[in-house]
């Protein structure tokens, strides 16, 4: 069946659907930090910190960089972020689609820059970030230990 709209249509139509983040594996999460009796955390807050410029012409005026980590731990200055495999290029599962390839090597590529300018950025106002892959949450236990190490540090 043949789309109803043209592609510069289509592409605008899409640009307007948002997203809800990745719900089941922040949801795991967020149970497996509740059964091990970890406090004192928060999802979805936006933290804005300063970004260095990304061209020379821009270092004047610093750019405010606006990130959302899936749980921050504002006490101990801790920023959680889970990562699906497939979006943010999990060298161990994710697989870039055949149809429309490069389309999908620089989106995802894309994303993957896009989590270094938010780590870089969230470091250098002091935080500490953590990054969970998708698949880890298949045992809990193993995140679990990973945010208990970073909260102790």
């Given at each position: ?102 389309f999908w090597e620089q989106k995802l590529r894309r994303n993957v820059e896009r989590d270094r300018e938010a780590n870089r950025a969230l470091r250098a106002a002091g ?27």
């Open positions: 069946m043949s789309d109803v709209f043209d592609v510069a249509k289509r592409s605008e139509v899409m640009s307007r659907i948002r997203g809800r983040g990745n719900k089941t594996t922040e949801v795991a999460l967020a149970a497996a930090l509740r059964k091990a009796g970890i406090t004192g955390w928060r999802r979805h807050i936006l933290l804005k910190v300063k970004a260095k410029p990304r061209r020379r012409s821009q270092a004047l005026k610093p750019e405010i960089l606006v990130v959302k980590p899936d749980f921050i731990f504002r006490q101990a200055r801790l920023a959680v972020f889970v990562d699906g495999c497939f979006w943010h290029q999990c060298p161990l599962h994710s697989k870039v689609p055949e149809n429309n390839r490069e935080w500490r970030v953590l990054r969970l892959w998708e698949h880890e949450l298949q045992e809990p236990s193993c995140a679990i230990r990973k945010v208990k190490r970073q909260l102790r540090d």
